[in-house]
């Protein structure tokens, strides 16, 4: 298995010939070499692909039969000298009853044969005329070739084969990978099969299926395949007939798919003309950390018994140019993956979805808010605004929810208060937005404050150390939280999961509020946040000063301006970029990856935009600043969860504040 719990699988659509066994078995063989060569570890074959499925009342013919199971033998033959394991779909006869199978193979051998349970009998599926329901077979074992000639061939197959619905395949070793086969209908039916194959441990599920297409079913069959693979919290591969099934009736697609926990990895064109993979990886790893946290996952349902039969996983390969760049001692442990790894996890690269999760996230935040306005009565909110990212958010979150109460927007007071860092551009930008917004405008100027306060600890205001900064930010909290109290207001928090995540905040400063409402929005997911309210929430003159506030550097501006008054101290030049952290958060706390994971997904996520040596870098720094922080998540304020991730103590993360980072940190040298 490659390094870090990824497992490569393929699924296969052949060309074939109806009722022409040989032909096929020869197209088989030629894609199970292919997806070997393209180091796929395990790969699946539609439904009956030794036949075809559409072969009718010739199933009931002995030749056909008896010829599928010769041809079966030369396709497991096959795999002698590849290192793959192969699914492959043929009707078997078995006490005096026919089975419609799948047969697993590997290194020769035939490990075991799992019939289909769920026989379709309406409309234009009629198997119920040929086949027996799995749940009728009678033996555990068969021998099925005795009547076969084995002259040069391997004894092995004049053996018992394991046989029945109870089967699951398990590789050997601490990192055993589990799999189960179930057969078209199977996942149609209420309770699908594979159901209580996750349930019994297997993490990688397949489907042999024979699909025809018809208007729309291609969309329902998707959703079917992907809500599986979520609601069992599984990798979850498909694959259907294709084209040169018969068309006396109906017309098959050779629909591929790869799910993983719910989303669509990779997918084939449906009614292409030649045989081809779909191939992608699965993480087992990111299944197996879901299911430990899902405490739902076993309950409630009975788990049947299964049998397990042993097979060998054998570990990924370089492909033919990697090998020319890689010299590898042993087993492959940094073959590039196959799947992409999405660089903005927190952010839909589709334009649809994208639009669609920034609606909800904003109907998200009104909620939460406007929930808590109305339990205490309050009908007034302060916040500051400083003309960044977060500030900005907040903002348009409380006007519009308000807007929706019926309360008038002049209760909220937007103050902006001026400090030693405080530029030109970004005054202007929160004075525009403010009055563009509709919100009271307060300005106050907090470095007379600040200087007598440096006077009353002691602290040379030339030192632009940290008191220096924290003071600034203690500051302007004071004097929200205090305006608050005169005005019977609420005070809205800015910060977001980001800053939370890395302690970018001070404490009892911008970390202190009194309902938070972007605290579980992480930075990359704001700006575009921001950038969607632009188009989508606003008048001109808001969306003018809120494009404007989306392209400004992001910072504290708790440090002097530079010569030219620009902004000196800017957040990403001191603590990483925040597309880096976003994505080290996300595989961390929602799959629980560990260092050495996380660094080899984000190579291949930012390659060829950052250096290695950057991403080593920042997530050293990422993990140092994660746990010596904890202190300030473990008191933060009430706010509503958005997103899959949240860092409130009170629901999604409990972390011990004095836990170290040592272990962690080592695993990345």
């Given at each position: 298995m490659m390094d870090y719990g990824f497992v490569r699988v393929a699924a296969a659509v052949p060309e074939l010939k109806v009722a022409d066994c040989s032909h096929n078995a020869d197209r088989i063989i030629g894609l199970i070499k292919e997806a070997d060569e393209a180091?796929?570890?395990?790969?699946?074959?539609?439904?009956?692909?030794?036949?075809?499925?559409?072969?009718?009342?010739?199933?009931?013919?002995?030749?056909?039969?008896r010829r599928s199971l010769e041809e079966l033998i030369r396709v497991a033959e096959s795999t002698k000298a590849l290192d793959i394991t192969a699914i492959v779909g043929l009707p078997v006869h078995v006490d005096d009853q026919l089975f419609n199978c799948a047969a697993?193979?590997?290194?020769?051998?035939?490990?075991?044969?799992?019939?289909?349970?769920?026989?379709?009998?309406?409309?234009?599926?009629?198997?119920?005329?040929?086949?027996?329901?799995?749940?009728?077979?009678?033996?555990?074992?068969?021998?099925?070739?005795?009547?076969?000639?084995?002259?040069?061939?391997?004894?092995?197959?004049?053996?018992?084969?394991?046989?029945?619905?109870?089967?699951?395949?398990?590789?050997?070793?601490?990192?055993?990978?589990?799999?189960?086969?179930?057969?078209?209908?199977?996942?149609?039916?209420?309770?699908?099969?594979?159901?209580?194959?996750?349930?019994?441990?297997?993490?990688?599920?397949?489907?042999?299926?024979?699909?025809?297409?018809?208007?729309?079913?291609?969309?329902?069959?998707?959703?079917?395949?992907?809500?599986?693979?979520?609601?069992?919290?599984?990798?979850?591969?498909?694959?259907?007939?294709?084209?040169?099934?018969?068309?006396?009736?109906?017309?098959?697609?050779?629909?591929?798919?790869?799910?993983?926990?719910?989303?669509?990895?990779?997918?084939?064109?449906?009614?292409?003309?030649?045989?081809?993979?779909?191939?992608?990886?699965?993480?087992?790893?990111?299944?197996?950390?879901?299911?430990?946290?899902?405490?739902?996952?076993?309950?409630?349902?009975?788990?049947?018994?299964?049998?397990?039969?042993?097979?060998?996983?054998c570990p990924i390969g370089l492909d033919k140019s990697e090998k020319e760049k890689v010299k590898v001692k042993g087993s492959i442990a940094h073959a590039k993956l196959i799947r992409a790894i999405d660089p903005h996890p927190f952010v839909p690269s589709d334009e649809?979805?994208?639009?669609?999760?920034?609606?909800?996230?904003?109907?998200?935040?009104?909620?939460?808010?406007?929930?808590?306005?109305?339990?205490?009565?309050?009908?007034?909110?302060?916040?500051?605004?400083?003309?960044?990212?977060?500030?900005?958010?907040?903002?348009?979150?409380?006007?519009?929810?308000?807007?929706?109460?019926?309360?008038?927007?002049?209760?909220?007071?937007?103050?902006?208060?001026?400090?030693?860092?405080?530029?030109?551009?970004?005054?202007?930008?929160?004075?525009?937005?403010?009055?563009?917004?509709?919100?009271?405008?307060?300005?106050?100027?907090?470095?007379?404050?600040?200087?007598?306060?440096?006077?009353?600890?002691?602290?040379?205001?030339?030192?632009?150390?940290?008191?220096?900064?924290?003071?600034?930010?203690?500051?302007?909290?004071?004097?929200?939280?205090?305006?608050?109290?005169?005005?019977?207001?609420?005070?809205?928090?800015?910060?977001?999961?980001?800053?939370?995540?890395?302690?970018?905040?001070?404490?009892?400063?911008?970390?202190?509020?009194?309902?938070?409402?972007?605290?579980?929005?992480?930075?990359?997911?704001?700006?575009?946040?921001?950038?969607?309210?632009?188009?989508?929430?606003?008048?001109?003159?808001?969306?003018?000063?809120?494009?404007?506030?989306?392209?400004?550097?992001?910072?504290?501006?708790?440090?002097?301006?530079?010569?030219?008054?620009?902004?000196?101290?800017?957040?990403?030049?001191?603590?990483?970029?925040?597309?880096?952290?976003?994505?080290?958060?996300?595989?961390?706390?929602?799959?629980?990856?560990?260092?050495?994971?996380?660094?080899?997904?984000?190579?291949?996520?930012?390659?060829?935009?950052?250096?290695?040596?950057?991403?080593?870098?920042?997530?050293?720094?990422?993990?140092?600043?994660?746990?010596?922080?904890?202190?300030?998540?473990?008191?933060?304020?009430?706010?509503?969860?958005?997103?899959?991730?949240?860092?409130?103590?009170?629901?999604?993360?409990?972390?011990?504040?004095?836990?170290?980072?040592?272990?962690?940190?080592?695993?990345?040298?």
């Open positions: 180091s796929s570890q395990i790969v699946v074959f539609p439904e009956l692909s030794l036949t075809g499925y559409t072969c009718g009342d010739l199933l009931q013919q002995d030749l056909l039969l697993v193979l590997q290194m020769g051998k035939i490990l075991g044969i799992v019939p289909k349970i769920n026989i379709p009998g309406y409309r234009e599926l009629n198997e119920e005329r040929w086949f027996a329901s799995g749940t009728q077979a009678v033996d555990q074992a068969v021998r099925l070739f005795d009547s076969i000639n084995f002259l040069n061939r391997d004894i092995n197959f004049d053996k018992d084969i394991p046989f029945g619905i109870d089967l699951l395949f398990e590789s050997a070793g601490p990192e055993s990978v589990c799999f189960g086969v179930e057969i078209c209908e199977d996942l149609w039916a209420p309770v699908p099969p594979s159901s209580y194959q996750a349930m019994a441990g297997a993490v990688l599920l397949f489907n042999l299926s024979a699909s025809n297409e018809i208007i729309a079913k291609s969309e329902y069959r998707r959703e079917l395949v992907r809500l599986q693979s979520g609601k069992c919290s599984a990798g979850y591969i498909y694959t259907s007939s294709g084209v040169d099934e018969s068309t006396t009736d109906l017309v098959f697609g050779g629909h591929a798919m790869i799910a993983e926990n719910g989303e669509m990895l990779k997918e084939s064109e449906r009614f292409l003309r030649k045989g081809h993979l779909t191939v992608s990886e699965i993480d087992v790893q990111r299944l197996r950390n879901d299911r430990i946290k899902n405490s739902s996952f076993k309950e409630n349902i009975p788990v049947r018994s299964f049998r397990k039969v042993p097979f060998k996983l649809t979805i994208r639009d669609n999760r920034c609606k909800e996230i904003f109907d998200i935040q009104m909620a939460g808010l406007a929930k808590r306005l109305v339990h205490t009565g309050i009908r007034n909110a302060v916040l500051g605004v400083s003309g960044g990212l977060d500030s900005t958010l907040a903002l348009i979150v409380t006007a519009r929810t308000f807007d929706m109460l019926g309360i008038p927007r002049e209760n909220i007071t937007a103050v902006t208060m001026p400090g030693f860092g405080t530029t030109d551009a970004t005054y202007e930008h929160a004075i525009e937005l403010i009055k563009a917004y509709e919100v009271l405008l307060r300005e106050i100027d907090i470095k007379q404050a600040c200087l007598q306060h440096f006077a009353d600890i002691g602290h040379d205001p030339n030192n632009h150390d940290v008191t220096y900064e924290n003071v600034q930010a203690r500051e302007r909290t004071q004097i929200l939280m205090d305006i608050a109290n005169k005005q019977g207001g609420l005070v809205i928090g800015t910060g977001d999961l980001s800053e939370l995540a890395l302690g970018w905040c001070t404490y009892n400063a911008d970390h202190m509020s009194m309902y938070s409402v972007n605290c579980s929005i992480p930075k990359t997911l704001v700006i575009h946040l921001v950038g969607w309210a632009a188009s989508n929430l606003s008048d001109r003159a808001a969306s003018e000063v809120l494009l404007q506030i989306a392209e400004t550097p992001i910072t504290p501006e708790l440090l002097p301006p530079d010569n030219n008054g620009g902004i000196q101290q800017r957040t990403e030049d001191i603590i990483g970029p925040y597309e880096l952290h976003d994505f080290f958060l996300y595989h961390i706390l929602r799959y629980g990856a560990e260092p050495k994971k996380v660094l080899f997904l984000a190579k291949q996520a930012f390659d060829g935009k950052c250096e290695p040596e950057e991403i080593s870098k920042w997530l050293k720094l990422f993990y140092r600043r994660f746990f010596s922080q904890q202190f300030k998540r473990s008191c933060l304020p009430d706010g509503p969860k958005v997103g899959s991730i949240s860092l409130s103590p009170r629901g999604d993360w409990r972390m011990p504040s004095d836990a170290s980072a040592q272990m962690w940190l080592k695993d990345l040298e």
